[in-house]
């Protein structure tokens, strides 16, 4: 146990707060910004931070959970608790909540001498820690930042878990602008600067690479030992580098560790260094560029610790690889299954958990788990704490399997079951039910959970659309900043949100609190409903023959012209309740919509029965991305703004009123009105920013290669005889064809794909199922990934490819093709 204990008065000491406390020696054990994660609500202090949201606006849902602690910076909610509510909370007001954070983890960290190891760099840093972890865990207590934890409010938070018990802290720090480094350095305060590859990423908030590194020592500025590359150091003089020990590892000149030899054998890679005049060697067991110098990096750290190089050669040998994503896929028996059996212990255990609640398209939520190794923890302790952890985020059964977690069973009070290892859970898999739940599983590598992972998810073919949910939170937040006060945000999710997915994305977008969904068929938002979300949704085009499904599922309805809005009274005759529409005007797309001439006749309809209440009065802009449109877009606007009035004035009433979609929150701020329509935006790409600059790539499509092919010259490829390759070649056939939605138009090389980062030209024509690229010269293989669009080949591109627009590249993509969602 910590002796350190904190207090809540302590804590308003140490923030500077101004307190407004019913409790003041209430111990205080965990910080929290997430009013999900709640291991120990009573025991929690939350942190109104405003990162994606402000906050602030949690706080009501923290409260209905049992927090009673908040750090807060706006005032009213002291005024509430006056008036009471919030009797039993315990509110410190600060002017920064941010900086009272980092302020609480700086005092934390000068609390303890432990040795500090801190990574940073622009890549590798996260892989450089958990791979420090796997090697050092078996010879230190080790308090490491959970997953890539390595901003202004992770690292703080990863600081506070650092107690009396720990006898080694590794943490990463990252940085997207120049000057936040001095906080994370006082924060993390280290003994043991690793600086990881300096590469391009995270290079806009600077204006120069030197600038860049610059700002990256800060973090070292006391450290002892500075474990570097001079590659990267490149400019600055060895007197000016940070640490009183310097050890330096280099591919190319003089160093520490001067790596002399690197032989890639199978998917391992064997090297040879000198190092005190020695030559010394180890096995790193990975193929891949980045993870050689990732290793690297750990060798030269073992070897700076004191380590012997047999001893560090031994330990390297054993590395595994990270898993740096949560995965969830499709399972058996309309089952999902989360998929995270890389690293397994308690604070990821809750990160996963807090994923698996995000998602509520199953009633029942499973977990499969193995022991967990914490050093220097007892058993009873530990599954104490993880039982209380699963009753918290209310999962409703437990399969455990090892020998430790078995022999705790009597701990958890849930629907639970126990195997001895893997092994005997699949031999009794057989008789082991599972139906609509979301499956989370979770396990220590040893266990090899992967052969679980085999049995209880669908086989996909090798064709997947992977969606990043982080990138998809980004985007939104990027468009969210640009929202003045109050503005509401309906998420255009129609078409299986652009071909991403369905309640996968709503649930995401339900959980940051956008306001309105909206879907174009009803059976789409049926599809919602049952998928676990509640928030309002906007059905486009409402089909008489469904608009019992419609009241049923509480879908509201676009109404567009006079026929659809009496078909829908007359549908409502016999009930009481007013109910929520939404009312289309036509300012120019001549598509759907009342015109001016329409109006009387609707205020009429609507105003002669109280059946129907206008939720909201829209419009749609045609051209708002392009600059050739603006006057047409401004005269779209003011015709709206005019309607709207009117019809306002003829009801009696106010009504939500919104008429921009993506490039109108970028291109046109004054046409926000009460609420935006946000559609291809939040998936990464927007037609109105030059190279949509800002946000995030959401989705990447990936293939495989099937079967490699020596062509001669004159030979040809494919259906009619129409590929050739005049000097002979190689081919590589892939699993994708026009029926997955890469259209035919892409044949005769007009697409590329990317097989490890070259760019390679489609050959004859596409298949239904699969294609042909022309890979001659290329070292590839059967079964090596193939991208058909990422980051660095877009969606943007593919579109120019073949004259089309990013929007269907989107939802072309066929609905066999399945979907892989991430989560970090
Ligand atoms: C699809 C759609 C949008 C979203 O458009 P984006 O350009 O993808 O942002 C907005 N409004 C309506 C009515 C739509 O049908």
Redesign the pocket.
């Known amino acids: 146990m910590s002796t350190v204990t904190y207090t809540i008065r302590r804590i308003s000491e140490i923030i500077h707060a101004r307190p407004s406390v019913t409790n003041e020696s209430l111990i205080i054990s965990r910080l929290v910004i997430d009013s999900r994660s709640m291991i120990d609500p009573e025991n929690s202090l939350f942190f109104a931070l405003s990162a994606k949201r402000d906050g602030h606006e949690y706080i009501p849902d923290a409260y209905a959970h049992g927090i009673r602690n908040f750090v807060i910076s706006r005032t009213e909610f002291l005024a509430d608790q006056k008036a009471g509510d919030y009797a039993d909370a315990n509110f410190l007001l600060v002017d920064d909540v941010l900086k009272a954070l980092q302020e609480l983890a700086v005092f934390n960290r000068r609390q303890y001498d432990t040795p500090v190891m801190a990574i940073t760099g622009s890549n590798g840093k996260t892989i450089v820690k958990e791979w420090l972890y796997q090697l050092l865990a078996a010879d230190f207590n080790i308090v490491r930042s959970p997953r890539s934890f390595n901003s202004q409010i992770g690292v703080p938070l990863s600081v506070w878990d650092l107690t009396e018990e720990h006898t080694l802290a590794i943490f990463e720090a990252g940085i997207s602008k120049g000057e936040e480094m001095d906080a994370l350095a006082a924060i993390i305060y280290p003994t043991v600067g690793i600086l990881t590859n300096v590469g391009e990423a995270h290079a806009e908030g600077f204006s120069s690479q030197k600038e860049k590194l610059l700002e990256k020592l800060k973090l070292f500025k006391e450290a002892d030992v500075f474990i570097y590359s001079p590659e990267y150091t490149q400019g600055i003089p060895k007197k000016d580098l940070p640490g009183n020990t310097k050890f330096s590892w280099s591919l190319t000149e003089s160093a520490d560790l001067q790596i002399s030899f690197i032989e890639p054998i199978d998917d391992k890679n064997y090297i040879r260094a000198i190092f005190k005049g020695e030559e010394i060697e180890c096995l790193i067991p990975f193929s891949d560029r980045a993870s050689v110098e990732n290793g690297i990096i750990c060798w030269a750290t073992l070897l700076s610790m004191g380590y012997s190089p047999e001893d560090a050669d031994s330990r390297l040998e054993k590395l595994n690889r990270v898993g740096m994503r949560l995965e969830l896929k499709h399972g058996i028996n309309q089952c999902s299954v989360i998929d995270d059996s890389y690293s397994a212990d308690i604070s990821s255990l809750a990160i996963a958990l807090d994923f698996l609640n995000l998602q509520n398209q199953h009633p029942k939520k499973t977990l499969i788990l193995s022991d967990l190794y914490e050093t220097g923890r007892k058993d009873e302790e530990l599954y104490t704490e993880i039982a209380a952890l699963l009753k918290q985020k209310q999962i409703n059964r437990l399969i455990g399997v090892g020998p430790n977690i078995s022999a705790s069973a009597s701990q958890f009070k849930l629907e639970s079951s126990f195997y001895s290892s893997t092994q005997d859970f699949i031999d009794q898999f057989p008789a082991i039910h599972f139906n609509d739940e979301t499956i989370l599983l979770k396990g220590a590598r040893r266990f090899e959970f992967e052969r679980i992972s085999k049995l209880i998810t669908q086989k996909t073919h090798d064709t997947v659309l992977e969606i990043d949910l982080n990138a998809l939170s980004g985007n939104l937040q990027f468009y969210r900043s640009k929202l003045k006060p109050g503005v509401k945000i309906?998420a255009?999710v129609?078409a299986f949100s652009?071909g991403s997915g369905s309640f996968e994305i709503a649930n995401v977008l339900q959980y940051h609190k956008v306001d309105y969904l909206?879907v174009?068929f009803t059976d789409e938002g049926v599809a919602l409903r049952k998928g676990g979300i509640t928030m309002p949704i906007m059905v486009?085009s409402p089909e008489p023959s469904a608009f019992e499904a419609i009241v049923r599922y509480k879908l509201e309805p676009e109404i567009y012209n006079t026929d659809i809005l009496n078909k829908f009274l007359n549908f409502l005759s016999d009930t009481e309740q007013q109910y929520p529409v939404h009312i289309?005007i036509d300012t120019g797309m001549h598509r759907l919509g009342f015109e001016e001439i329409d109006i009387p006749d609707l205020l009429m309809a609507l105003n002669s029965n109280q059946k129907i209440r206008v939720q909201s009065s829209?419009s749609?802009l045609v051209g708002?991305?392009d600059i050739m449109h603006d006057e047409f877009t401004r005269h779209q606007l003011s015709r709206f703004t005019a309607m709207a009035d009117t019809i306002r004035e003829g009801l009696g009433y106010d009504f939500i009123r919104h008429i921009s979609?993506?490039?109108?929150?970028s291109r046109h701020p004054d046409a926000q009105l009460d609420m935006v329509?946000?559609?291809?935006?939040m998936y990464g790409y927007d037609?109105g920013i030059a190279q949509s600059k800002g946000l995030q790539p959401v989705a990447i499509l990936k293939t495989t290669i099937t079967q490699i092919k020596h062509i001669k010259p004159n030979e040809t490829i494919g259906y009619g005889r129409k590929g050739i390759l005049p000097e002979g070649g190689t081919t590589a056939t892939v699993k994708i064809g026009y029926a997955d939605g890469y259209d035919r138009r892409f044949g005769h090389g007009v697409g590329k794909m990317l097989i490890k980062g070259a760019l390679v030209p489609t050959v004859g024509v596409i298949c239904m199922d699969m294609c042909m690229l022309d890979v001659t010269g290329l070292d590839v293989q059967n079964g090596d990934e193939v991208i058909v669009f990422n980051g660095q080949l877009s969606i943007a591109d593919l579109a120019q490819q073949i004259g089309t627009i990013p929007?269907e590249i989107l939802t072309n993509i066929s609905q066999r093709v399945k979907r892989v969602y991430f989560y970090e």
């Open positions: 309906m255009m129609k652009y909206a174009a486009m289309k829209f749609h708002s991305e979609n993506t490039s109108g929150i329509r946000i559609g291809i935006g037609g929007y």
